[in-house]
């Protein structure tokens, strides 16, 4: 992830909120937000939604969360429906295709309902990229995008895949990522 940052526009502000400060891209505009444990009184807690509520204030360019793995995720997606694109998130999934499961549990331990989370993260996610760890190394094994799946559902449908020979292998939905990448604008 600190690659891909590192590749930012220099002139764009990056706001990185981690748990435990792991990203540091070389970038010259990037601001570092921390979580912040109470203190033995149980005073001066900052949490994972406190610090990306206080990102929007900061007139960012990219909001990028280290982890996503719980409640946050409501104001994460707030976020990225607020005209905040190019942030990201770190979701922890099996595959491209369990991201939306995914997020609808983590959003259940924000009090959303699956339909809220549907809504939201259709219209804030427009890639997910998923990588896996193969002899030490990350690396892209699918790039997919998520579609709606009746009313108040979404599924995930792949557009790239990891070849056996280490080439990305376009798959079903590619046309249609191809045309928001050459766009800007999602389809």
């Known amino acids: 992830m600190a690659s891909a ?18 990203l540091v891209p070389t970038h010259p505009h990037v601001v570092h937000l921390q979580v912040r444990r109470p203190n033995v009184q149980g ?6 939604p ?10 960012p360019d990219r909001i990028v969360l280290g982890e996503c793995r719980g409640a946050e995720v409501r104001d994460v997606l707030g976020a990225l429906n607020t005209g905040h ?10 595959t491209a295709r369990d991201v939306p499961a995914r997020l ?4 259940a331990l924000a009090g959303m309902p699956p339909g809220a989370v549907a809504v939201q993260a259709r219209s804030a996610i427009h ?3 998923h990588l ?23 599924a995930c449908d792949l557009a790239l895949t990891l070849g056996p020979d280490g080439d990305l292998i376009e798959a079903g939905a590619w046309p249609g990522l191809a045309r928001t990448l050459d ?5």
Do not use: K
Not at 50 to 59: C, E, P
Not at 132 to 154: N, T, Y
Not at 183 to 187: A, I, V
């Open 5 to 22: 940052l590192s590749l930012v526009a220099p002139g764009e502000r990056i706001i990185c909120i981690e748990e435990a400060a792991e």
């Open 43 to 48: 005073a001066g807690e900052v949490t994972l």
């Open 50 to 59: 406190d610090l990306v509520r206080t990102a929007m204030r900061m007139r």
């Open 85 to 94: 694109d190019g942030g990201w998130a770190t979701i922890h999934a099996n």
């Open 104 to 107: 609808i549990a983590l959003g």
């Open 127 to 129: 890639a997910v990229l």
């Open 132 to 154: 896996v760890r193969r002899q030490g190394r990350r690396m892209l094994a699918e790039v997919a995008v998520l579609r709606p799946d009746g009313a108040e559902d979404f």
């Open 183 to 187: 766009s800007g604008e999602p389809r």
